[in-house]
């Protein structure tokens, strides 16, 4: 109940803040943290369009193994530095000269500001322990996976080589990955199904009783993601909550991309 109360006071406390816009948020389509922000915006009315970028557009290959090109493009002139999500547009507020508000929790608090009808995060002890316990699992089949759409991202040959370096250099194998999917199929699904029990709110189905929350865009990219495999085996009500979800958001699955 306190959890409730607090969440709709901080809710009614932001309203001061005013909507401007149009906004324009420059992301990648397979990042989980710029999903996180299309969520919120989506959700909360907020108006924008999305700008995609090669993965690798702004990376300077001097400092990035020979990977990444064109180290001055990209996001590179809205903040400094190679980084997604950013949001650009009347009224949003930066920081040291950039042209955009960057990092997804802070984009995702101003439209919670701006907007409406999106709770602020209880960070739910259960939701967190639920993302850690998934993590290896569900990177281990989406990695090798999401480097194969026909996204922005991955349009250039140089995109999925400069992901493939970012993960790989931290001892991930992609062909291990592929080869242990029937493994980690069955780590997921009975993950999947617990999370099905933590689903609180009805209309619509969300983690909370009173709707959409930060919660909510925090786990939902992680089930997103998911989409990009084939053989997952969904509960009905998790995947009936990503669907609705998207839609409310007008966030596409990566279903069509599965492999």
Request: hydrophobic letters at 40%.
């Amino acid at each position: 109940m306190m959890a409730t109360f607090t969440a709709l006071c901080i809710l009614g406390s932001v309203r001061a803040l005013q909507l401007g816009g149009p906004y324009t948020l420059h992301a990648y389509e397979h990042c989980q943290f710029c999903t996180r922000t299309r969520f919120v915006l989506g959700w909360a009315g907020v108006p924008f369009e999305t700008r995609f970028y090669g993965y690798g557009e702004g990376a300077d290959p001097e400092k990035c193994g020979g990977f990444g090109y064109d180290p001055e493009a990209g996001t590179v002139p809205l903040t400094g530095k190679k980084a997604c999500p950013v949001l650009e547009g009347d009224g949003v507020p930066t920081l040291d000269g950039a042209r955009g508000l960057a990092e997804s929790m802070e984009i995702v608090s101003y439209a919670v500001g701006v907007g409406s009808k999106v709770a602020p995060a209880t960070n739910r002890k259960d939701v967190a322990d639920w993302l850690d316990r998934v993590g290896d699992t569900r990177k281990w089949l989406e990695r090798p996976r999401l480097i194969t759409m026909p996204v922005p991202d991955f349009a250039d040959p140089r995109d999925v080589a400069y992901s493939r370096w970012t993960h790989e250099k931290q001892g991930f194998d992609y062909d291990v990955a592929l080869e242990e999917t029937p493994r980690l199929l069955a780590e997921l699904k009975p993950l999947l199904e617990e999370l099905e029990t933590m689903l609180r709110g009805r209309e619509p189905l969300s983690l909370n009783a009173w709707g959409y929350s930060v919660d909510d865009a925090i786990l939902l990219p992680i089930l997103r993601a998911m989409t990009v495999t084939k053989a997952v085996e969904w509960p009905p009500r998790v995947r009936e909550y990503l669907d609705t979800a998207c839609e409310a958001a007008n966030v596409d699955t990566f279903a069509k991309y599965a492999c």
